[in-house]
């Protein structure tokens, strides 16, 4: 069950992945995690991609790993993101909705695994993104991945035939010029890799560049009249209860990584500085890198043992994430928000 994001992707790769998988089932290596909640997965149906219709012509397409959305229109289809997962089943699942053509092409962000499936849409299609995506982008000259022709700063209202997207920029969250994506007459909002609707988020918290402003995302998406969300992962799409969940975690796991860094400067025997830090100097002398890999190490695994305590049983697959996410999180509670624990001024 815990392949099961990977499967869609796998099995177009069998060749080369399937006996890495075998092998390591074979030695015994493979970890056994908690069983994903029903829920949080919805059928993929015989062709490896599931559609989801929001009603007026906006619907999302998930492969159970990534999603991308479409809007149709009575002057051609805007499709906003083509992870390469989903790639040709995109087309296909546009296909079978509408006759019209692709017209527009909105990046959500710059992240090759959301829009690196771009190149399916030929020259003609109008690619738009925020203006920092376009230098990052610029940056490295993907050619799966083309340059924008239309950028903006704060907000672009797109406007094909008979339907509106708002496209708003609010600062750096995930990474700078990620972008909400809004549909108002269906409440629909996208904004990807930030919320994670019924799952713990992705690694280092959806490998993040801001955690304030990931932190601070979470409110902004609450001001949106919302009953749709898009996330750009995993498989069903969101509501405004899974917005609301996920920032009690994110709030959750924000106290008790400050708490754990508190603890951290006491002479606690788990975490206490002088505990983790002594040993390691005893055996490595002078290597303050080993040291503080040990502190990291110990303080992120007590931070995720206690949000486990409460978020094993709510959201799918913490047991996967948490101490990267609680990594990620002391990280920057110590060199964002300034709270440092025994490494504070004396
Ligand atoms: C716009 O037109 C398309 C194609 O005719 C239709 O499917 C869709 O429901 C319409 N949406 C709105 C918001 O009018
Ligand atoms: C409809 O979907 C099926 C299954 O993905 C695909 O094989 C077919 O090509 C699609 N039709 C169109 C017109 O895209
Ligand atoms: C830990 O520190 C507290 C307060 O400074 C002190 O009362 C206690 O004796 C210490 N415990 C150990 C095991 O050193
Ligand atoms: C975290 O929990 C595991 C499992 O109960 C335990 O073995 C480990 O010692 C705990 N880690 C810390 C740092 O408290
Ligand atoms: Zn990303």
Not at 152 to 177: C, I
Request: charged content about 20%; some cysteine.
């Amino acid at each position: 069950m815990r392949f099961g994001l990977l499967i869609p992707a796998l099995t177009l790769f069998s060749g080369s992945y399937a006996h890495v998988i075998s092998e390591r089932q074979d030695s015994g290596e493979v970890e056994q995690y908690a069983p994903i909640p029903p829920a949080s997965v919805v059928p993929l149906g015989p062709n490896g991609y599931y559609v989801e219709n929001f009603g007026r012509g906006v619907y999302m397409v998930t492969d159970g790993g990534y999603q991308a959305m479409f809007v149709v229109s009575d002057k051609g289809v805007i499709v906003v993101d083509n992870p390469p997962t989903l790639g040709r089943n995109l087309l296909y699942a546009i296909g079978n909705v509408t006759k019209a053509p692709v017209t527009h092409f909105v990046y959500s962000h710059s992240h090759a695994d959301h829009i690196g499936a771009a190149n399916l849409f030929d020259d003609k299609v109008k690619r738009i993104a925020h203006r920092d995506t376009a230098e990052l982008l610029a940056d490295v000259e993907d050619p799966n991945r083309a340059q924008p022709k239309i950028t903006f700063r704060d907000d672009y209202h797109l406007r094909v035939g008979n339907q509106t997207l708002e496209l708003s920029y609010k600062g750096e969250n995930h990474l700078r010029g990620n972008i909400f994506i809004y549909h108002p007459m269906q409440k629909v909002l996208m904004l990807v890799d930030v919320i994670f609707p019924g799952w713990t988020p992705f690694a280092q918290l959806g490998q993040v560049k801001n955690v304030p402003g990931y932190i601070r995302a979470h409110d902004q998406i609450l001001e949106y009249d919302l009953k749709h969300f898009v996330g750009g992962h995993l498989s069903r799409s969101g509501t405004r209860q899974d917005v609301e969940i996920q920032k009690e975690y994110v709030t959750d796991l924000f106290n008790n990584c400050a708490d754990t860094i508190r603890l951290s400067a006491t002479n606690d025997t788990t975490v206490g500085a002088a505990a983790v830090l002594g040993p390691v100097l005893a055996q490595n002398p002078g290597n303050q890198w080993a040291a503080f890999r040990s502190y990291l190490e110990v303080t992120a695994e007590f931070c995720a043992n206690k949000t486990n305590e409460k978020w094993l049983t709510r959201l799918a697959a913490a047991d996967v994430f948490q101490e990267s996410n609680a990594e990620t999180m002391i990280e920057s509670l110590r060199i964002d928000y300034g709270i440092l624990g025994p490494f504070a001024t004396m």
